[in-house]
């Protein structure tokens, strides 16, 4: 139902504002346990035909999580570095069309 997904992917949003805005150690330690995963299921859900609703939330927690290790806060644990090989390598395995140089 589009209404709880919105919710759900708000509550995730506002949670994970909440998480950085925590000291530094306690969000590091949160997300060196959970980072790739919300990542990951925000890009499943994100790019899946069956799944329209929420797509604006989607895309700011997506941008959350990028943003926050582009800003280097989550240190060597995730880095912008570990984070383009992630993505490029998930873009190359979901889609079969993006090639290694596009991704």
């Given amino acids: 139902h589009p209404q709880v997904a919105d919710l759900g992917l708000k509550t995730l949003y506002d949670f994970l504002e909440k998480v950085l805005s925590l000291p530094a150690d306690q969000y590091t330690a949160f997300f060196s346990r959970y980072y790739r995963t919300i990542l990951l299921d925000i890009l499943v859900v994100l790019t899946d035909t069956l799944h329209k609703s929420g797509i604006k939330r989607q895309v700011q927690i997506l941008h959350m999580l990028i943003r926050t290790v582009e800003m280097g806060k989550l240190g060597e644990m995730v ?6 090989e992630f993505l490029a390598g ?6 079969d069309t993006v090639s290694d140089t596009q991704a």
Avoid: A, I
């Fill in 79 to 84: 880095t912008q570095q570990l984070v383009c």
């Fill in 90 to 95: 998930w873009l190359r395995q979901s889609f």
